[in-house]
Protein backbone atom coordinates (compact mmCIF):
# COMPACT_ATOMS: atom_id res chain seq x y z
CA UNK A 1 0.00 0.00 0.00
CA UNK A 2 1.39 3.05 -0.97
CA UNK A 3 0.11 6.65 1.11
CA UNK A 4 0.34 10.16 0.50
CA UNK A 5 0.54 13.01 2.92
CA UNK A 6 -0.22 16.14 2.02
CA UNK A 7 1.20 18.22 4.68
CA UNK A 8 4.20 17.18 6.99
CA UNK A 9 3.71 19.90 9.86
CA UNK A 10 3.22 19.16 13.37
CA UNK A 11 0.46 16.14 12.90
CA UNK A 12 1.27 15.36 9.23
CA UNK A 13 4.73 14.36 9.53
CA UNK A 14 4.03 11.93 12.22
CA UNK A 15 1.07 10.18 10.77
CA UNK A 16 3.57 9.73 7.82
CA UNK A 17 6.49 8.04 10.06
CA UNK A 18 4.29 6.23 11.92
CA UNK A 19 2.24 5.34 9.02
CA UNK A 20 5.67 4.37 7.25
CA UNK A 21 6.89 2.37 10.35
CA UNK A 22 3.93 0.39 10.08
CA UNK A 23 5.00 -0.93 6.22
CA UNK A 24 3.03 1.40 4.20
CA UNK A 25 4.97 2.80 1.63
CA UNK A 26 5.17 6.65 2.21
CA UNK A 27 5.39 9.92 0.43
CA UNK A 28 4.65 13.20 2.48
CA UNK A 29 4.57 16.29 0.79
CA UNK A 30 5.00 19.71 1.29
CA UNK A 31 5.14 22.73 -0.39
CA UNK A 32 8.11 24.19 1.97
CA UNK A 33 11.25 22.62 0.52
CA UNK A 34 13.46 22.91 3.13
CA UNK A 35 11.16 20.64 5.21
CA UNK A 36 11.16 17.72 2.48
CA UNK A 37 14.84 18.83 2.37
CA UNK A 38 15.54 18.01 6.07
CA UNK A 39 12.59 15.04 5.47
CA UNK A 40 14.48 12.89 3.49
CA UNK A 41 17.90 13.64 4.96
CA UNK A 42 15.65 11.74 7.72
CA UNK A 43 15.75 15.10 9.99
CA UNK A 44 12.54 16.23 11.67
CA UNK A 45 11.93 20.13 11.58
CA UNK A 46 9.92 20.13 15.04
CA UNK A 47 10.54 19.38 18.56
CA UNK A 48 8.58 15.70 19.30
CA UNK A 49 10.00 13.63 21.88
CA UNK A 50 11.37 10.21 20.46
CA UNK A 51 10.19 11.54 16.83
CA UNK A 52 13.42 12.04 15.29
CA UNK A 53 15.55 8.27 16.29
CA UNK A 54 12.03 7.24 14.03
CA UNK A 55 12.28 9.42 11.22
CA UNK A 56 15.72 8.28 10.65
CA UNK A 57 14.65 4.85 10.53
CA UNK A 58 12.03 4.72 8.14
CA UNK A 59 13.79 7.30 5.58
CA UNK A 60 16.91 4.53 5.97
CA UNK A 61 14.26 1.79 5.06
CA UNK A 62 12.84 3.30 1.99
CA UNK A 63 9.43 3.85 3.66
CA UNK A 64 9.09 7.34 3.71
CA UNK A 65 10.29 10.05 1.20
CA UNK A 66 9.60 13.72 0.95
CA UNK A 67 8.50 15.85 -2.01
CA UNK A 68 7.01 18.92 -2.85
CA UNK A 69 4.61 17.00 -5.29
CA UNK A 70 2.15 14.36 -4.72
CA UNK A 71 2.84 10.58 -6.49
CA UNK A 72 -0.34 8.32 -7.26
CA UNK A 73 -0.74 6.59 -4.19
CA UNK A 74 -3.38 4.46 -2.90
CA UNK A 75 -4.72 6.56 -0.44
CA UNK A 76 -4.69 10.22 -0.20
CA UNK A 77 -4.01 12.47 3.34
CA UNK A 78 -4.61 15.63 3.49
CA UNK A 79 -3.06 17.43 6.90
CA UNK A 80 -2.96 21.16 6.31
CA UNK A 81 -3.48 24.15 8.33
CA UNK A 82 -7.11 25.74 8.36
CA UNK A 83 -6.16 28.78 9.89
CA UNK A 84 -9.08 31.69 10.13
CA UNK A 85 -8.94 34.76 8.75
CA UNK A 86 -9.37 38.50 10.47
CA UNK A 87 -13.16 37.83 11.15
CA UNK A 88 -12.80 34.20 12.88
CA UNK A 89 -13.86 33.05 9.63
CA UNK A 90 -12.00 29.37 9.01
CA UNK A 91 -9.62 29.27 6.07
CA UNK A 92 -9.81 25.79 4.01
CA UNK A 93 -8.09 27.46 1.15
CA UNK A 94 -5.07 25.09 2.07
CA UNK A 95 -7.29 22.00 2.35
CA UNK A 96 -9.04 22.89 -1.32
CA UNK A 97 -5.31 23.57 -2.76
CA UNK A 98 -4.05 20.02 -1.30
CA UNK A 99 -7.16 18.60 -2.58
CA UNK A 100 -6.85 20.07 -6.25
CA UNK A 101 -3.39 19.18 -6.44
CA UNK A 102 -4.29 15.11 -5.90
CA UNK A 103 -7.02 15.15 -8.19
CA UNK A 104 -5.55 14.52 -11.54
CA UNK A 105 -4.11 11.36 -9.52
CA UNK A 106 -7.32 9.70 -8.63
CA UNK A 107 -7.42 6.19 -9.75
CA UNK A 108 -10.83 3.67 -9.20
CA UNK A 109 -10.84 2.12 -5.62
CA UNK A 110 -8.57 4.88 -4.16
CA UNK A 111 -9.20 6.65 -0.19
CA UNK A 112 -9.48 9.82 0.07
CA UNK A 113 -8.79 11.07 3.66
CA UNK A 114 -9.16 14.21 5.39
CA UNK A 115 -7.47 14.46 8.99
CA UNK A 116 -7.29 19.12 8.72
CA UNK A 117 -9.86 20.26 11.76
CA UNK A 118 -12.13 21.52 9.34
CA UNK A 119 -15.61 23.09 9.36
CA UNK A 120 -18.91 20.88 9.31
CA UNK A 121 -19.74 20.47 5.45
CA UNK A 122 -16.03 20.57 4.08
CA UNK A 123 -15.76 17.01 3.50
CA UNK A 124 -18.76 17.00 1.42
CA UNK A 125 -17.50 19.90 -0.40
CA UNK A 126 -14.30 18.74 -0.88
CA UNK A 127 -16.50 15.75 -2.47
CA UNK A 128 -18.15 17.79 -4.89
CA UNK A 129 -14.92 19.38 -6.13
CA UNK A 130 -13.28 16.11 -6.61
CA UNK A 131 -16.59 14.73 -8.78
CA UNK A 132 -17.08 17.69 -10.89
CA UNK A 133 -13.52 17.83 -11.84
CA UNK A 134 -13.53 13.85 -11.97
CA UNK A 135 -17.13 12.58 -12.58
CA UNK A 136 -16.76 9.54 -13.85
CA UNK A 137 -14.80 8.57 -10.30
CA UNK A 138 -18.99 8.92 -8.46
CA UNK A 139 -19.42 5.68 -6.89
CA UNK A 140 -15.77 4.81 -7.49
CA UNK A 141 -13.80 5.88 -4.85
CA UNK A 142 -13.72 6.03 -0.53
CA UNK A 143 -14.11 9.41 0.89
CA UNK A 144 -13.69 9.86 4.54
CA UNK A 145 -12.58 12.67 7.46
CA UNK A 146 -10.49 11.38 10.25
CA UNK A 147 -9.40 13.85 12.96
CA UNK A 148 -6.21 13.58 14.77
CA UNK A 149 -6.37 13.71 19.01
CA UNK A 150 -3.06 13.93 19.73
CA UNK A 151 -1.26 16.09 22.20
CA UNK A 152 2.18 17.78 21.36
CA UNK A 153 4.64 16.40 23.57
CA UNK A 154 3.13 12.65 23.49
CA UNK A 155 2.32 12.18 19.75
CA UNK A 156 4.17 9.11 19.07
CA UNK A 157 1.97 7.09 22.18
CA UNK A 158 -1.09 8.41 21.12
CA UNK A 159 -1.20 8.32 17.37
CA UNK A 160 -0.88 4.70 17.87
CA UNK A 161 -3.14 4.29 21.79
CA UNK A 162 -5.77 7.16 20.98
CA UNK A 163 -9.53 5.84 19.60
CA UNK A 164 -10.61 7.36 16.34
CA UNK A 165 -13.29 9.27 14.80
CA UNK A 166 -13.80 7.88 11.67
CA UNK A 167 -16.85 9.57 8.99
CA UNK A 168 -17.31 8.52 5.56
CA UNK A 169 -19.42 10.31 3.26
CA UNK A 170 -21.05 6.33 2.96
CA UNK A 171 -20.67 3.50 4.46
CA UNK A 172 -18.49 2.31 2.59
CA UNK A 173 -15.95 4.80 2.67
CA UNK A 174 -15.63 4.64 6.59
CA UNK A 175 -15.06 0.84 6.40
CA UNK A 176 -12.06 1.32 3.50
CA UNK A 177 -10.82 4.52 6.20
CA UNK A 178 -11.29 2.11 9.20
CA UNK A 179 -9.03 -1.01 7.30
CA UNK A 180 -6.24 1.96 6.86
CA UNK A 181 -6.20 3.00 10.08
CA UNK A 182 -6.20 -0.42 11.94
CA UNK A 183 -2.66 -0.87 9.79
CA UNK A 184 -1.08 1.47 12.55
CA UNK A 185 -3.73 2.61 15.15
CA UNK A 186 -4.31 0.46 18.24
CA UNK A 187 -7.41 2.49 20.10
CA UNK A 188 -10.79 1.61 19.46
CA UNK A 189 -11.74 3.33 15.53
CA UNK A 190 -15.27 4.77 15.74
CA UNK A 191 -17.76 4.80 13.06
CA UNK A 192 -19.46 7.51 12.31
CA UNK A 193 -20.84 9.85 9.31
CA UNK A 194 -17.95 12.95 7.95
CA UNK A 195 -20.25 15.96 9.25
CA UNK A 196 -20.23 14.20 12.41
CA UNK A 197 -16.78 13.61 12.46
CA UNK A 198 -16.30 17.16 11.37
CA UNK A 199 -18.14 18.33 14.44
CA UNK A 200 -17.04 15.74 17.04
CA UNK A 201 -13.38 17.22 16.61
CA UNK A 202 -14.48 20.87 17.28
CA UNK A 203 -16.51 20.08 20.19
CA UNK A 204 -13.74 17.93 22.03
CA UNK A 205 -11.68 21.08 21.64
CA UNK A 206 -14.05 23.60 22.93
CA UNK A 207 -15.06 21.46 25.51
CA UNK A 208 -11.67 22.14 26.85
CA UNK A 209 -11.65 25.60 26.10
CA UNK A 210 -15.05 26.21 27.89
CA UNK A 211 -13.62 24.50 30.61
CA UNK A 212 -10.80 26.29 31.12
CA UNK A 213 -12.65 29.98 30.72
CA UNK A 214 -14.13 28.80 33.98
CA UNK A 215 -10.87 27.90 35.58
CA UNK A 216 -9.80 31.31 34.14
CA UNK A 217 -13.16 33.06 35.60
CA UNK A 218 -12.34 31.70 38.90
CA UNK A 219 -9.25 33.27 38.76
CA UNK A 220 -10.40 36.67 38.10
CA UNK A 221 -12.88 36.65 40.85
CA UNK A 222 -10.32 34.80 43.15
CA UNK A 223 -8.11 37.84 42.40
CA UNK A 224 -10.78 40.46 43.23
CA UNK A 225 -11.74 38.59 46.29
CA UNK A 226 -8.51 37.89 47.69
CA UNK A 227 -8.45 34.11 47.37
CA UNK A 228 -5.92 31.50 46.31
CA UNK A 229 -7.33 30.01 43.35
CA UNK A 230 -5.24 26.98 42.82
CA UNK A 231 -6.11 25.87 46.39
CA UNK A 232 -9.97 26.89 46.06
CA UNK A 233 -9.51 24.51 42.71
CA UNK A 234 -7.86 21.65 44.35
CA UNK A 235 -10.34 21.48 47.22
CA UNK A 236 -13.25 22.25 44.63
CA UNK A 237 -12.02 19.08 42.95
CA UNK A 238 -12.22 16.94 45.97
CA UNK A 239 -16.21 16.33 45.02
CA UNK A 240 -16.55 13.37 43.80
CA UNK A 241 -17.86 14.96 40.14
CA UNK A 242 -16.37 18.34 40.45
CA UNK A 243 -13.13 18.11 38.03
CA UNK A 244 -12.19 21.92 37.40
CA UNK A 245 -9.02 22.31 35.05
CA UNK A 246 -5.98 25.43 35.90
CA UNK A 247 -6.11 28.85 34.76
CA UNK A 248 -3.18 30.42 32.97
CA UNK A 249 -2.33 33.85 31.01
CA UNK A 250 -4.57 32.47 28.53
CA UNK A 251 -5.43 29.96 26.00
CA UNK A 252 -3.08 29.43 22.95
CA UNK A 253 -1.71 26.87 20.16
CA UNK A 254 -3.07 26.34 16.79
CA UNK A 255 -6.42 23.86 18.09
CA UNK A 256 -8.45 25.83 21.36
CA UNK A 257 -7.76 28.63 20.64
CA UNK A 258 -9.00 28.43 16.94
CA UNK A 259 -11.65 25.39 16.97
CA UNK A 260 -14.36 27.18 18.65
CA UNK A 261 -14.19 29.85 15.96
CA UNK A 262 -15.21 27.34 13.11
CA UNK A 263 -18.63 26.71 15.26
CA UNK A 264 -19.12 30.36 16.18
CA UNK A 265 -18.92 31.40 12.76
CA UNK A 266 -21.36 29.33 11.29
CA UNK A 267 -23.93 29.03 13.94
CA UNK A 268 -23.63 32.08 15.94
CA UNK A 269 -26.97 32.08 17.61
CA UNK A 270 -26.65 28.86 18.47
CA UNK A 271 -22.95 29.40 20.57
CA UNK A 272 -23.25 31.85 22.66
CA UNK A 273 -21.30 29.83 25.78
CA UNK A 274 -18.56 28.68 23.27
CA UNK A 275 -18.37 32.35 22.08
CA UNK A 276 -18.17 33.62 25.76
CA UNK A 277 -15.56 31.08 26.42
CA UNK A 278 -13.17 32.30 23.89
CA UNK A 279 -13.82 35.83 24.95
CA UNK A 280 -12.98 35.09 28.21
CA UNK A 281 -9.78 33.12 27.58
CA UNK A 282 -8.70 35.96 25.39
CA UNK A 283 -9.87 38.52 28.15
CA UNK A 284 -7.60 36.48 30.51
CA UNK A 285 -4.48 37.78 28.42
CA UNK A 286 -5.17 40.80 28.10
CA UNK A 287 -5.66 41.04 32.44
CA UNK A 288 -2.20 39.76 32.72
CA UNK A 289 -0.68 42.18 30.55
CA UNK A 290 -2.27 45.13 32.68
CA UNK A 291 -1.54 43.28 35.88
CA UNK A 292 1.99 43.57 34.70
CA UNK A 293 1.63 47.18 33.73
CA UNK A 294 0.29 48.34 36.85
CA UNK A 295 2.60 46.13 38.96
CA UNK A 296 5.31 48.25 36.91
CA UNK A 297 4.06 51.50 37.33
CA UNK A 298 3.45 50.94 41.13
CA UNK A 299 7.63 49.80 41.39
CA UNK A 300 8.39 52.79 40.10
CA UNK A 301 6.33 55.14 41.91
CA UNK A 302 8.20 53.80 45.22
CA UNK A 303 11.53 52.88 44.23
CA UNK A 304 11.73 55.74 41.77
CA UNK A 305 13.37 54.15 38.98
CA UNK A 306 11.83 51.90 36.45
CA UNK A 307 12.07 48.07 37.20
CA UNK A 308 13.52 45.42 35.45
CA UNK A 309 10.87 42.62 34.19
CA UNK A 310 11.51 39.24 33.66
CA UNK A 311 8.71 37.91 31.02
CA UNK A 312 8.90 34.14 32.02
CA UNK A 313 7.94 32.16 28.99
CA UNK A 314 6.86 32.47 25.48
CA UNK A 315 5.53 29.26 24.22
CA UNK A 316 1.48 28.39 24.60
CA UNK A 317 2.01 25.87 26.99
CA UNK A 318 4.77 24.09 29.35
CA UNK A 319 8.07 22.28 28.15
CA UNK A 320 7.31 22.81 24.65
CA UNK A 321 8.61 25.24 21.73
CA UNK A 322 5.75 26.21 19.88
CA UNK A 323 5.04 29.77 20.29
CA UNK A 324 1.58 29.58 17.61
CA UNK A 325 -1.44 31.84 18.89
CA UNK A 326 0.78 32.23 22.65
CA UNK A 327 -0.82 34.43 25.30
CA UNK A 328 2.55 34.37 26.51
CA UNK A 329 3.95 36.11 23.61
CA UNK A 330 0.80 38.40 23.55
CA UNK A 331 1.16 39.77 27.14
CA UNK A 332 5.38 39.64 26.13
CA UNK A 333 4.33 42.02 23.29
CA UNK A 334 1.98 44.30 24.80
CA UNK A 335 4.38 44.73 27.89
CA UNK A 336 6.92 45.68 25.76
CA UNK A 337 4.92 48.27 23.21
CA UNK A 338 3.88 49.77 26.90
CA UNK A 339 7.19 50.45 27.95
CA UNK A 340 9.20 51.10 24.85
CA UNK A 341 10.83 47.72 25.07
CA UNK A 342 12.93 49.17 28.58
CA UNK A 343 14.01 47.56 30.80
CA UNK A 344 11.83 43.72 29.73
CA UNK A 345 13.68 40.71 29.87
CA UNK A 346 12.25 38.00 27.79
CA UNK A 347 12.85 33.95 28.57
CA UNK A 348 11.99 31.22 26.30
CA UNK A 349 14.33 28.00 27.52
CA UNK A 350 12.86 25.92 24.69
CA UNK A 351 13.87 28.34 21.89
CA UNK A 352 17.46 29.43 21.36
CA UNK A 353 16.77 32.52 19.74
CA UNK A 354 13.51 34.28 18.22
CA UNK A 355 13.53 36.64 15.27
CA UNK A 356 11.87 39.78 17.40
CA UNK A 357 12.53 38.66 20.63
CA UNK A 358 16.02 39.09 22.10
CA UNK A 359 15.99 36.05 24.85
CA UNK A 360 17.97 36.12 27.94
CA UNK A 361 18.90 32.99 30.07
CA UNK A 362 16.22 32.37 32.59
CA UNK A 363 18.39 31.78 35.39
CA UNK A 364 20.00 35.82 34.33
CA UNK A 365 16.92 36.92 33.98
CA UNK A 366 16.09 35.59 37.17
CA UNK A 367 18.64 36.86 39.10
CA UNK A 368 18.77 40.51 37.54
CA UNK A 369 15.09 41.25 37.79
CA UNK A 370 13.04 43.42 40.37
CA UNK A 371 9.24 41.97 38.95
CA UNK A 372 9.37 38.14 37.57
CA UNK A 373 6.09 37.32 35.71
CA UNK A 374 5.21 33.77 35.35
CA UNK A 375 3.68 32.97 31.83
CA UNK A 376 4.35 29.15 31.07
CA UNK A 377 4.67 26.79 34.30
CA UNK A 378 7.79 25.46 32.40
CA UNK A 379 9.54 22.96 34.76
CA UNK A 380 12.74 24.88 34.54
CA UNK A 381 10.86 27.68 36.34
CA UNK A 382 9.39 25.21 38.94
CA UNK A 383 12.97 24.57 40.49
CA UNK A 384 14.05 28.25 40.89
CA UNK A 385 14.54 29.21 44.46
CA UNK A 386 11.74 31.28 45.92
CA UNK A 387 12.75 34.52 46.06
CA UNK A 388 10.91 37.21 48.97
CA UNK A 389 12.69 39.75 47.76
CA UNK A 390 10.94 40.32 44.38
CA UNK A 391 7.75 41.35 42.76
CA UNK A 392 5.83 37.96 41.94
CA UNK A 393 2.99 38.04 39.39
CA UNK A 394 1.97 34.33 38.99
CA UNK A 395 0.11 33.66 35.59
CA UNK A 396 0.52 29.88 35.73
CA UNK A 397 0.94 28.01 39.20
CA UNK A 398 4.56 27.93 39.85
CA UNK A 399 3.88 28.74 43.17
CA UNK A 400 0.51 27.22 43.83
CA UNK A 401 0.57 27.89 47.49
N1 LIG B 1 -4.57 25.20 29.32
C1 LIG B 1 -4.96 25.90 30.46
N2 LIG B 1 -5.45 25.17 31.52
C2 LIG B 1 -5.55 23.81 31.49
C3 LIG B 1 -5.17 23.12 30.32
C4 LIG B 1 -4.67 23.84 29.25
O1 LIG B 1 -4.88 27.13 30.52
O2 LIG B 1 -5.98 23.25 32.50
C5 LIG B 1 -4.06 25.96 28.17
C6 LIG B 1 -2.62 25.63 27.78
O3 LIG B 1 -1.69 26.33 28.54
C7 LIG B 1 -2.61 26.03 26.32
C8 LIG B 1 -4.03 25.72 25.85
O4 LIG B 1 -4.80 25.61 27.03
O5 LIG B 1 -2.38 27.42 26.18
C9 LIG B 1 -4.15 24.46 25.03
O6 LIG B 1 -3.37 23.42 25.60
P1 LIG B 1 -3.89 21.90 25.72
O7 LIG B 1 -2.85 21.11 26.40
O8 LIG B 1 -5.24 21.90 26.36
O9 LIG B 1 -4.16 21.44 24.24
P2 LIG B 1 -3.32 21.41 22.86
O10 LIG B 1 -3.71 22.62 22.07
O11 LIG B 1 -1.88 21.14 23.03
O12 LIG B 1 -3.96 20.09 22.20
C10 LIG B 1 -5.37 20.00 22.05
C11 LIG B 1 -5.84 18.64 22.59
N3 LIG B 1 -7.30 18.61 22.65
C12 LIG B 1 -7.97 18.27 23.79
O13 LIG B 1 -7.41 17.99 24.82
C13 LIG B 1 -9.45 18.22 23.69
C14 LIG B 1 -5.32 17.51 21.68
O14 LIG B 1 -5.84 16.25 22.08
C15 LIG B 1 -5.72 17.79 20.22
O15 LIG B 1 -5.22 16.79 19.34
C16 LIG B 1 -5.12 19.13 19.82
O16 LIG B 1 -5.69 20.15 20.68
C17 LIG B 1 -5.47 19.40 18.37
O17 LIG B 1 -4.59 19.21 17.51
O18 LIG B 1 -6.62 19.73 18.08
Given at each position: MKACFMGLGYIGLPTAIIAAEHGIKVIGVDINPQVVDMTNQGLIHIVEPGLQELCGKVVTSGHLKASVKPETSDVYLVVVPTPFKGNHEPDISYVETATRSVIPLLKENDLFIIESTSPVGTTDKMTDLIFSLRP????????????????????IYELVHNDR????????????????????????????????????????????????????????????????????????????????????????????????????AEFPYESQLIAKAREINNYKAFWCAEKVENAMLKFELEHNRKPVVAMMGLAFKPDIDDLRESPAKYITTKVMQSRNNADILVVEPNVREHKIFKLTNYKEAYEKADIIVFL??????????????????????????
Open positions: ELKGKIYIAYCPERVLPGNVVIGGINPESTEKAIGFYSRFVKGTLHKTNAKTAEMCKLTENSSRDVQIAFANELSLICDKAGINVWELIELANKHPRVHILQPGSGVGGHCIAVDPYFITVAHKEFKELPRKENKVILDFCGIYKK
